[in-house]
């Protein structure tokens, strides 16, 4: 699997939805989610810290038969526009995972719009 | 039994560092977490995890930060919640070892030699004084003079490469890991960096960490009723 854009831009209303399962044929070395976020370029995008979302995602590495339970990665963030450090707006808020000894065979989860609606994008990776 | 498993979790433009467990973590097991972050960032541990050893603060060839953190006993629902004081890129690397010592401190070599290199270019890791069976991890990192650069590592001899990873936001970490090794100096290690992206200069740090085995108990043949005296085998004989 190369990307898939899981949401593609747009509004999103508060509240959860599934993802996946995402196969990642022979074994995924990493996977990794890129999410839009606020910049000058198009401040309507994520625009709010009070905004979050928060993904709470499932690994299998045994060609989807038993995924991690929920609860095992959860992370959540806010909106808002950020500066790395040249103080450039940062375009993509980027979480990206690997595994040893066992790739990552298949991802799933759910992700959860609060304080929204949300305007974003959402592209998963693997390779 | 010494390594069982490992992840690596890079992150960008965020404060929420939250790691990822290993597969197959289950109580009694000890975990360790190399945390590196771009900039001046202070980490909060995640809950019930301890910072060990210094933070290593570099300023060649810019700011970055490496912190090692530790969880001696685990539960197997643990948490890997860390937070970053700013946003910033970051890679956290978690190992999971079995038949580890729940009490004893780790060993722990520091290197941060805080100077320029231009690939490729010799890491070398202060070592550690290791006791009979423990188990070395090497935590490296790699700080690129700029954002995208992406650097590949070899491992030490005789060390297994678990991860070699780069965030391309100014971070990349590497893993390795050895098990049981005999008593006495490990020496300094050294691994070649290369650049894999970017022509840059980069700087380096690491935290070489020896992790003690688990104690073997003696039976001394005294009935249940009796008090035992547990010995710890070390090299060339017990020690209390």
């Known amino acids: 699997m190369a990307k898939i854009r899981d949401l593609r831009l747009g509004n999103y209303p508060n509240g959860s939805r599934a993802f996946g399962p995402y196969t990642f044929a022979g074994g995924a070395d990493q996977i990794g989610f890129s999410i839009g976020r606020n910049t000058p370029a198009d401040p309507t995008i994520w625009p709010n810290a009070s905004t979050s979302l928060t993904f709470d995602v499932q690994f299998s590495f045994d060609g989807g038969v038993i995924y991690t339970l929920p609860g095992t990665w959860v992370w959540s963030q806010g909106g808002g526009e950020i500066l790395n450090k040249l103080g450039v707006a940062i375009p993509e808020t980027r979480v990206s995972w690997a595994f040893n000894p066992d790739p990552c065979t298949h991802i799933k989860g759910t992700v959860t719009v609060s304080g929204g609606p949300i305007r974003t994008y959402l592209d998963i990776d693997g390779l | ?240």
């Not at chain 2, 978690?94 to 290199?117: D, K, M």
């Open chain 2, 1 to 240: 039994m010494a390594y069982r498993s490992s992840t690596t979790t890079s992150f960008s433009g965020t404060t929420v560092l939250t790691a990822t467990a290993p597969a197959g973590v289950v109580a009694g097991d000890r975990l360790l977490a190399g945390v590196a972050v771009d900039g001046t960032i202070t980490v909060t541990p995640a809950t019930n995890w301890t910072n060990i050893g210094s933070t290593l603060s570099m300023t060649v060839p810019d700011t970055q930060g490496h912190s090692l953190h530790e969880k001696k006993v685990a539960t197997g629902s643990d948490l890997y919640n860390f937070v970053g004081s700013s946003v910033a890129g970051a890679i956290i690397q978690v190992v999971c070892l079995s038949n580890r010592h729940a009490t004893t401190a780790a060993v722990i070599g520091e290197t941060n030699p805080n100077t320029g290199n231009v690939s490729p270019f010799t890491m070398t890791l202060t070592g550690v004084t290791a006791a009979q069976d423990d188990d070395i991890i090497a935590f490296s990192e790699i700080n690129g003079s700029a954002q995208t650069d992406t650097w590949g590592t070899d491992s030490p001899t005789n060390y297994t490469e678990r991860h070699d990873a780069a965030n391309s936001d100014w971070v990349c970490a590497e893993t390795n890991t050895r098990d049981n090794v005999s008593a006495g100096a490990t020496g300094s290690l050294t691994m070649t960096a290369t650049i894999i992206v970017g022509t840059n200069n980069a700087g380096y740090s690491a935290f070489v960490v020896a992790v003690p085995s688990a104690s073997t108990s003696v039976n001394t043949g005294l009935p249940d009723n009796r008090i035992y005296y547990t010995k710890t085998f070390g090299a060339g004989g017990l020690r209390a």
